[in-house]
Protein backbone atom coordinates (compact mmCIF):
# COMPACT_ATOMS: atom_id res chain seq x y z
CA UNK A 1 0.00 0.00 0.00
CA UNK A 2 1.11 3.17 -0.93
CA UNK A 3 0.86 6.12 1.43
CA UNK A 4 1.94 9.95 1.32
CA UNK A 5 1.84 12.38 4.38
CA UNK A 6 2.59 16.09 4.01
CA UNK A 7 3.63 18.54 6.58
CA UNK A 8 5.09 21.78 7.21
CA UNK A 9 2.25 24.59 6.10
CA UNK A 10 1.60 27.10 7.71
CA UNK A 11 0.94 30.59 8.10
CA UNK A 12 3.37 32.90 6.91
CA UNK A 13 3.87 36.99 5.94
CA UNK A 14 5.29 37.62 2.62
CA UNK A 15 8.72 37.46 1.61
CA UNK A 16 9.25 34.42 3.98
CA UNK A 17 9.92 30.31 3.87
CA UNK A 18 8.42 27.63 4.57
CA UNK A 19 9.83 23.88 3.95
CA UNK A 20 7.32 21.04 3.24
CA UNK A 21 7.45 17.62 3.98
CA UNK A 22 6.42 14.71 2.03
CA UNK A 23 7.07 11.30 3.30
CA UNK A 24 6.60 8.44 1.13
CA UNK A 25 5.57 5.01 2.04
CA UNK A 26 4.90 1.68 -0.28
CA UNK A 27 7.54 2.65 -2.46
CA UNK A 28 11.12 1.05 -2.00
CA UNK A 29 13.66 2.73 -3.23
CA UNK A 30 15.37 0.04 -3.46
CA UNK A 31 13.17 -2.47 -4.95
CA UNK A 32 11.68 -0.11 -7.88
CA UNK A 33 13.83 1.41 -10.77
CA UNK A 34 11.88 4.38 -10.37
CA UNK A 35 9.16 7.10 -9.09
CA UNK A 36 8.45 10.10 -9.37
CA UNK A 37 7.07 12.90 -6.85
CA UNK A 38 5.09 15.66 -7.35
CA UNK A 39 3.85 18.76 -5.84
CA UNK A 40 1.15 20.20 -6.22
CA UNK A 41 -1.23 22.76 -4.86
CA UNK A 42 -4.84 24.22 -5.39
CA UNK A 43 -7.06 27.54 -4.29
CA UNK A 44 -10.59 26.51 -4.15
CA UNK A 45 -12.68 26.90 -6.98
CA UNK A 46 -9.43 26.13 -9.29
CA UNK A 47 -7.92 23.48 -10.80
CA UNK A 48 -4.97 21.85 -8.72
CA UNK A 49 -1.57 23.29 -10.03
CA UNK A 50 1.46 21.80 -10.64
CA UNK A 51 4.37 23.17 -8.55
CA UNK A 52 7.59 21.00 -8.83
CA UNK A 53 9.01 17.26 -9.04
CA UNK A 54 11.67 14.77 -8.42
CA UNK A 55 12.26 11.62 -10.40
CA UNK A 56 13.87 8.93 -8.12
CA UNK A 57 17.11 9.58 -10.16
CA UNK A 58 17.11 13.27 -8.86
CA UNK A 59 16.01 14.82 -11.90
CA UNK A 60 13.91 17.95 -11.09
CA UNK A 61 11.09 20.18 -13.02
CA UNK A 62 9.45 23.20 -11.70
CA UNK A 63 6.53 25.52 -12.51
CA UNK A 64 7.53 28.88 -14.35
CA UNK A 65 5.73 30.59 -11.63
CA UNK A 66 8.30 29.22 -8.92
CA UNK A 67 11.68 28.95 -10.27
CA UNK A 68 14.38 30.81 -8.74
CA UNK A 69 11.96 30.13 -5.14
CA UNK A 70 10.83 26.71 -4.72
CA UNK A 71 13.50 23.75 -4.49
CA UNK A 72 12.53 19.53 -4.39
CA UNK A 73 14.86 17.61 -2.58
CA UNK A 74 15.24 14.03 -1.01
CA UNK A 75 16.27 13.67 2.85
CA UNK A 76 19.75 11.86 1.46
CA UNK A 77 20.89 11.76 4.89
CA UNK A 78 18.08 9.75 6.26
CA UNK A 79 14.96 8.78 4.96
CA UNK A 80 15.25 8.46 0.93
CA UNK A 81 11.71 8.45 0.61
CA UNK A 82 11.23 11.67 2.29
CA UNK A 83 10.80 14.59 -0.53
CA UNK A 84 11.01 18.51 0.56
CA UNK A 85 9.62 21.54 -0.92
CA UNK A 86 11.76 24.03 0.24
CA UNK A 87 9.86 27.61 -0.74
CA UNK A 88 11.27 30.83 -0.59
CA UNK A 89 10.55 34.93 -1.23
CA UNK A 90 6.37 33.13 -0.85
CA UNK A 91 3.54 36.01 -1.86
CA UNK A 92 0.18 36.02 -1.14
CA UNK A 93 -0.22 34.20 -4.70
CA UNK A 94 1.51 31.03 -3.13
CA UNK A 95 -1.27 30.67 -1.05
CA UNK A 96 -2.97 27.49 -1.77
CA UNK A 97 -3.41 23.63 -0.29
CA UNK A 98 -0.60 22.00 -1.36
CA UNK A 99 -0.24 18.66 -2.16
CA UNK A 100 2.08 15.62 -2.55
CA UNK A 101 1.82 12.74 -5.41
CA UNK A 102 3.77 10.08 -6.31
CA UNK A 103 3.74 7.12 -9.08
CA UNK A 104 5.89 4.55 -9.93
CA UNK A 105 8.03 5.47 -13.35
CA UNK A 106 9.82 8.64 -14.26
CA UNK A 107 8.29 11.92 -14.25
CA UNK A 108 9.08 12.74 -17.83
CA UNK A 109 6.73 14.92 -19.60
CA UNK A 110 4.24 14.05 -17.16
CA UNK A 111 5.01 15.69 -14.15
CA UNK A 112 2.69 18.44 -14.42
CA UNK A 113 -0.23 16.59 -15.07
CA UNK A 114 -2.09 15.86 -12.17
CA UNK A 115 -4.31 12.62 -13.50
CA UNK A 116 -1.18 10.76 -14.13
CA UNK A 117 -0.40 10.31 -10.42
CA UNK A 118 -2.75 7.70 -8.82
CA UNK A 119 -1.39 8.22 -5.34
CA UNK A 120 -1.72 11.17 -3.41
CA UNK A 121 -1.37 12.50 0.47
CA UNK A 122 -4.11 14.48 2.49
CA UNK A 123 -2.52 18.33 1.65
CA UNK A 124 -0.98 21.37 3.67
CA UNK A 125 -2.08 24.54 3.59
CA UNK A 126 0.12 26.98 3.21
CA UNK A 127 -1.14 30.25 3.93
CA UNK A 128 1.27 34.02 2.82
CA UNK A 129 -0.44 37.42 4.13
CA UNK A 130 0.94 40.47 2.32
Known amino acids: QVDLVESGGGSVQAGRSLNLSCEVS???????????VGWFRQVPGNEREAVAS?????????ANSVKGRFAVSRDNAGNENTVFLQMNDLGPEDTAMYYC???????????????????WGQGTQVTVSS
Open 101 to 119: AADRGHCSSYWDTAAWYNY
Open 26 to 36: GFTYSTYNSYC
Open 54 to 62: LDSDGMSNY
